[in-house]
């Protein structure tokens, strides 16, 4: 049960005086939807007023407060702005601009020879000075815009005065709340208590401190809830898996090229988890190309020979029939029996299928979510693979885990290289491994960045290269064109592209059907297309060695984890492949360093922990925190900085048996519910 000293901030917005059912609707835009989350909008910047008697020159392009004598106004015409002429205490002359105002309106609100405090930004329009819809008070109200505000996250309908008002009425309900940070560190940081530090990161004092203890709590707050799970994973007696080698030695002899040591070095990490009761929770990483399938099928075979079920579960349908192709082929003549299940599979076939998985007559299960929901059952399920973990979070995992009779062996695997921080920040509950080598014979990709202008050329290579028995994809970053005219596009494209190469060019994109989809890739892995042209839906899981070009249009507007991993769809045989990035003609900074570095590198690592200081961490992993809610205030700087130090901290709350108690372990209680990481929240009820 929450604790009652937090439930003033779970209280809907539509409790908040003044707040009707349309501001309610508006605040939810930006998902306020309970004093909690108006309490953690913090804002982005100050405006900084000057309060002043006289206006001079040195003011222009500064927000200032002044009191001012109306002497006249000019409507100018139905189409021209109302002009309101004033004066300062000193002569000085100032313009008061207003956009669909009356006559009236301005008699009404700015009385000619009356004084009224004006709020604005001071600017020169030709030989005057004026102030553009300013805010309008008289001399002796109190204050209306501050001279420092805050300034907020907005939506339409909802001003800035107004969001301000509506979070202060939210920290009016935040209570003090006990202390759950190690004394040592706020002493070391010199940060204000929780409450202290909420209220001086909306007035944004302190130089960031408050921010920073802030973003720490959270912190603090997700590491506690992954120390709860991986304590309730290993405390949970498991199976252990202890393989024979007669289906893992045979599958290794028959491979026409041998394992890097990388490979066996992992693969020996895993099945020694396996031999364990405890049950295993390791993140494998390795870059693209590098081998993680065959890692995760000789661990499968190995919870097969010890008479359990394994399950691979994959992210998409495509990559699900992907890996079930890449699967079979491997193991041909070995006695394994591989089904596959997608949320497509209906009737008798999939009626049939989940009898036989029940019954233990499947050994390996691949498929999409589809494989843990309600009406699938298994015999004995042992592993548990995920591939592109940063898709799944720690429910859906616990989700698929508990289909098992005794808690599972887990696999997380990842193709997009994480950097240490954000490793620990997402999965600091698993060992981590990485397959940090290529396989043998592997071509580094070459990578060169052309400018749209040379289009022409860039379609006369490709031409060239399609002659040559070549396959090739180009890659947009739109299914269809704007209004603008954007032709970075992959319909638009693959129109042009059909009408110079004809019919050996295929479209695939999110917004097809899925069979649609997989035809297309069928024809393209077959050889019977040339080029494909498409979306980032081929990002992962699109294994055509003989496709040894990659031309990705507007490069720029891609992250540099998508680049990698688009141009990890070529070099996957022996000859030598190239990736094409072309550039539209204005780039900012940031697109610069990112092709710059993709030209540079292919290393998975140096690019990710790039991507994470030029985007951040969410746009990374791409999904919400560990399935949780999303991080609001670390940010990848904090996260870099404290995630390690928030680690130790919370390793201390935890008492011998992995408990909270004592008074820093009961305020840690009120932390895990105020961050919902309800990861952490679910185990601490269960006990």
Same mark, same amino acid.
């Given at each position: 049960?929450?604790?009652?000293?937090?439930?003033?901030?779970?209280?809907?917005?539509?409790?908040?005086?003044?707040?009707?059912?349309?501001?309610?609707?508006?605040?939810?835009?930006?998902?306020?939807?309970?004093?909690?989350?108006?309490?953690?909008?913090?804002?982005?910047?100050?405006?900084?007023?000057?309060?002043?008697?006289?206006?001079?020159?040195?003011?222009?392009?500064?927000?200032?407060?002044?009191?001012?004598?109306?002497?006249?106004?000019?409507?100018?015409?139905?189409?021209?702005?109302?002009?309101?002429?004033?004066?300062?205490?000193?002569?000085?002359? *100032?313009?008061?601009?207003?956009?669909?105002?009356?006559?009236?309106?301005?008699?009404?609100?700015?009385?000619?020879?009356?004084? @009224?405090?004006?709020?604005? !930004?001071?600017?020169?329009?030709?030989?005057?000075?004026?102030?553009?819809?300013?805010?309008?008070?008289?001399?002796?109200?109190?204050?209306?815009?501050?001279?420092?505000?805050?300034?907020?996250?907005?939506?339409?309908?909802?001003?800035?005065?107004?969001?301000?008002?509506?979070?202060?009425?939210?920290?009016?309900?935040?209570?003090?709340?006990?202390? &759950?940070?190690?004394?040592?560190?706020?002493?070391?940081?010199? &940060?204000?208590? &929780? @409450?202290?530090?909420?209220?001086?990161?909306?007035?944004?004092?302190?130089?960031?401190?408050?921010?920073?203890?802030?973003?720490?709590?959270?912190?603090?707050?997700?590491?506690?809830?992954?120390?709860? *799970?991986?304590?309730?994973?290993?405390?949970? @007696?498991?199976?252990?898996?202890?393989?024979?080698? @007669?289906?893992?030695?045979?599958?290794?002899?028959?491979?026409?090229?041998?394992?890097?040591?990388?490979?066996?070095?992992?693969?020996?990490?895993?099945?020694?988890?396996?031999?364990?009761?405890?049950?295993?929770?390791?993140?494998?990483?390795?870059?693209?190309?590098?081998? !993680?399938?065959?890692?995760?099928?000789?661990?499968?075979?190995?919870?097969?020979?010890?008479?359990?079920?394994?399950?691979?579960?994959?992210? =998409?349908?495509?990559?699900?029939?992907?890996?079930?192709?890449?699967?079979?082929?491997?193991?041909?003549?070995?006695?394994?029996?591989?089904?596959?299940?997608?949320?497509?599979? !209906?009737?008798?076939?999939?009626?049939?299928?989940?009898?036989?998985?029940?019954?233990?007559?499947?050994?390996?299960?691949?498929?999409?979510?589809?494989?843990?929901?309600?009406?699938?059952?298994?015999?004995?399920?042992? +592993?548990?693979?995920?591939?592109?973990?940063?898709?799944?979070?720690?429910?859906?995992?616990?989700?698929?885990?508990?289909?098992?009779?005794?808690?599972?062996?887990?696999?997380?695997?990842?193709?997009?290289?994480?950097?240490?921080?954000?490793?620990?920040?997402?999965?600091?509950?698993?060992?981590?491994?990485?397959?940090?080598?290529?396989?043998?014979?592997?071509?580094?990709?070459?990578?060169?960045?052309?400018?749209?202008?040379?289009?022409?050329?860039?379609?006369?290579?490709?031409?060239?290269?399609?002659?040559?028995?070549?396959?090739?994809? &180009?890659?947009?970053?739109?299914?269809?064109?704007?209004?603008?005219?954007?032709?970075?596009?992959?319909?638009?494209?693959?129109?042009?592209?059909?009408?110079?190469?004809?019919?050996?060019?295929?479209?695939?994109?999110?917004?097809?059907?899925?069979?649609?989809?997989?035809?297309?890739?069928?024809?393209?892995?077959?050889? !019977?297309?040339?080029? +494909?042209?498409?979306?980032?839906?081929?990002?992962?899981?699109?294994?055509?060695?003989?496709?040894?070009?990659?031309?990705?249009?507007?490069?720029?507007?891609?992250?540099?984890?998508?680049?990698?991993?688009?141009?990890?769809? *070529?070099?996957?045989?022996?000859?030598?492949?190239?990736?094409?990035?072309?550039?539209?003609?204005?780039?900012?900074? =940031?697109?610069?360093?990112?092709?710059?570095?993709?030209?540079?590198?292919?290393?998975?690592?140096?690019?990710?922990?790039?991507?994470?200081?030029?985007?951040?961490?969410?746009?990374?992993?791409?999904?919400?925190?560990?399935?949780?809610?999303?991080?609001?205030?670390?940010?990848?700087?904090?996260?870099?900085?404290?995630?390690?130090?928030?680690?130790?901290?919370?390793?201390?709350?935890?008492?011998?048996?992995?408990?909270?108690?004592?008074?820093?372990?009961?305020?840690?209680?009120?932390?895990?519910?105020?961050?919902?990481?309800?990861?952490?929240?679910?185990?601490?009820?269960?006990?």
């Amino acid at each position: 049960m929450r604790p009652a000293i937090l439930n003033p901030l779970f209280t809907e917005t539509a409790a908040l005086k003044g707040v009707g059912a349309a501001l309610v609707r508006q605040l939810a835009r930006l998902k306020l939807n309970r004093a909690l989350d108006l309490v953690f909008h913090l804002p982005v910047m100050a405006i900084d007023r000057v309060q002043v008697d006289q206006i001079d020159e040195s003011l222009v392009g500064r927000p200032i407060v002044v009191v001012l004598t109306i002497v006249r106004h000019d409507s100018g015409g139905p189409r021209s702005p109302l002009r309101a002429r004033a004066v300062d205490s000193g002569g000085q002359w *100032v313009d008061l601009v207003f956009f669909g105002q009356s006559g009236a309106w301005a008699r009404s609100k700015l009385p000619i020879q009356q004084q @009224r405090r004006i709020t604005g !930004k001071l600017d020169r329009y030709g030989q005057s000075l004026q102030i553009s819809h300013p805010e309008i008070a008289l001399p002796g109200e109190p204050m209306g815009p501050m001279l420092r505000e805050p300034v907020y996250p907005l939506t339409e309908g909802v001003s800035n005065r107004r969001m301000g008002q509506i979070i202060g009425m939210a920290l009016e309900r935040a209570p003090e709340l006990p202390e &759950w940070i190690e004394p040592s560190v706020l002493e070391r940081h010199q &940060w204000l208590p &929780w @409450r202290g530090a909420l209220a001086a990161a909306h007035d944004l004092q302190g130089e960031g401190k408050a921010n920073d203890r802030l973003a720490y709590d959270e912190l603090l707050a997700n590491q506690l809830a992954l120390l709860l *799970v991986r304590r309730d994973t290993r405390m949970r @007696r498991g199976r252990a898996l202890a393989g024979d080698g @007669r289906l893992t030695a045979p599958l290794i002899a028959s491979l026409p090229w041998t394992m890097t040591g990388a490979q066996a070095r992992v693969l020996a990490e895993i099945t020694g988890d396996m031999a364990q009761s405890s049950p295993m929770l390791r993140l494998v990483q390795g870059d693209v190309g590098s081998g !993680k399938t065959l890692v995760a099928l000789l661990a499968m075979l190995t919870a097969v020979e010890a008479g359990a079920q394994a399950a691979f579960l994959a992210p =998409t349908e495509i990559l699900a029939r992907q890996h079930y192709a890449t699967i079979t082929k491997l193991l041909g003549a070995l006695p394994v029996r591989v089904a596959i299940l997608t949320g497509r599979d !209906k009737g008798k076939v999939r009626a049939d299928l989940l009898d036989d998985l029940a019954m233990g007559r499947i050994d390996i299960l691949i498929g999409t979510h589809a494989i843990f929901q309600d009406a699938v059952d298994y015999d004995d399920l042992g +592993l548990v693979v995920v591939d592109e973990q940063h898709r799944f979070g720690v429910a859906q995992r616990l989700l698929l885990a508990a289909k098992a009779k005794v808690p599972p062996h887990l696999i997380a695997m990842t193709a997009t290289p994480i950097p240490r921080s954000l490793a620990l920040t997402n999965y600091g509950e698993m060992d981590g491994s990485q397959i940090d080598e290529l396989p043998p014979g592997r071509q580094p990709i070459e990578t060169r960045v052309t400018a749209v202008e040379r289009m022409d050329e860039v379609v006369e290579a490709l031409g060239r290269h399609l002659a040559g028995g070549g396959q090739a994809y &180009w890659v947009c970053p739109l299914v269809e064109g704007t209004e603008t005219g954007d032709e970075a596009a992959a319909e638009l494209r693959a129109t042009m592209l059909k009408a110079r190469f004809g019919g050996g060019v295929g479209l695939v994109h999110g917004r097809m059907k899925p069979a649609e989809k997989d035809a297309v890739m069928a024809s393209f892995s077959a050889g !019977k297309l040339g080029l +494909l042209v498409a979306t980032t839906v081929i990002e992962v899981g699109v294994d055509v060695p003989n496709a040894t070009l990659m031309i990705i249009e507007a490069a720029e507007r891609f992250g540099l984890a998508q680049l990698h991993q688009l141009r990890g769809r *070529v070099g996957r045989g022996p000859g030598r492949s190239v990736c094409l990035l072309l550039r539209g003609p204005d780039l900012s900074e =940031t697109a610069k360093a990112r092709l710059k570095l993709m030209r540079e590198t292919n290393d998975g690592f140096r690019i990710a922990e790039e991507d994470l200081r030029l985007r951040g961490a969410g746009e990374i992993l791409g999904v919400r925190q560990s399935g949780e809610a999303a991080f609001r205030l670390a940010d990848p700087e904090r996260t870099a900085k404290f995630v390690g130090m928030a680690r130790d901290d919370a390793r201390l709350l935890l008492d011998r048996d992995g408990g909270l108690d004592g008074a820093r372990g009961q305020a840690a209680r009120v932390l895990l519910y105020l961050f919902e990481r309800d990861a952490g929240v679910a185990l601490l009820r269960s006990g």
